[in-house]
């Protein structure tokens, strides 16, 4: 009877193995969090209303790109989760957990950035954008009640079919230094970041 050595077996193994990948997150895409978890962010729009969104935990975690494959790549994701009000009335006093900002590896390294801001009668619709094209957006000065920043990119829908809702956002403003610190509704109310507090 044949007999394997050990060592072939575990060679073999590995070479089984070896058919699966994960792609991380790179240092540079970690870096692009502003968030560590324990924030308190307070917003205030145009008609002196405030609303306040509780950076709850940022998430490191690994997905599989299909179940069903026998050796499936897997990509490494950021997932930063939030407390932020109901952004649809009448429940704007109640207060909802979700994702606020999404990083997931690609397997050509062009990072994919989901934008997920809700909040208090306002939702940007899930925006995704990679890497490459986030880098093309010119980078402007944006100057709020309490703040200033140098380093903001706006970023518009890219998907308009939510648009007839009246808490559409049209534009966010996202500094890289400190995450949302801005948005705009279709309505004409502009909401900025007034106060921040880290733990």
């Known amino acids: 009877m044949k007999t394997y050595k050990p060592f072939a077996i575990v060679t073999v193994l590995l070479g089984i193995l070896g058919c699966s ?13 502003p968030y560590n978890g324990g924030e308190i962010l ?18 490191r975690t690994k997905t599989v790109d299909d179940n069903l494959s026998v050796f499936p790549n897997y990509h490494e994701s950021l997932d930063v989760m939030v407390k932020h009000s109901d952004p649809t009335p009448p429940n704007e006093q109640r207060y909802l957990e979700s994702s606020f900002f999404n990083l997931y590896a690609t397997n050509d390294k062009n990072t994919i950035f ?32 309490n703040f200033v920043y140098e380093d903001v990119i706006k970023l518009e829908p890219q998907r308009m079919e939510y648009f007839e809702r009246n808490e559409f956002v049209t534009a966010v403003y996202w500094s890289k230094s400190k995450g949302y610190v801005g948005y705009d509704l279709k309505n004409g109310v502009h909401w900025e970041l007034v106060a921040y507090v880290s733990k």
């Open 42 to 59: 307070i917003f205030q729009n145009n008609h002196g209303m405030t609303d306040t969104i509780f950076i709850k935990s940022v998430n």
């Open 21 to 33: 990948k994960t792609y991380k997150l790179n240092s540079d895409d970690l870096k692009r969090n």
């Open 114 to 145: 989901t934008f997920s801001l809700a909040a208090k009668n306002s939702w940007f619709y899930a925006d995704t954008y990679y890497k490459n094209d986030l880098d093309k957006l010119s980078v402007q000065k944006f100057t709020g009640k």
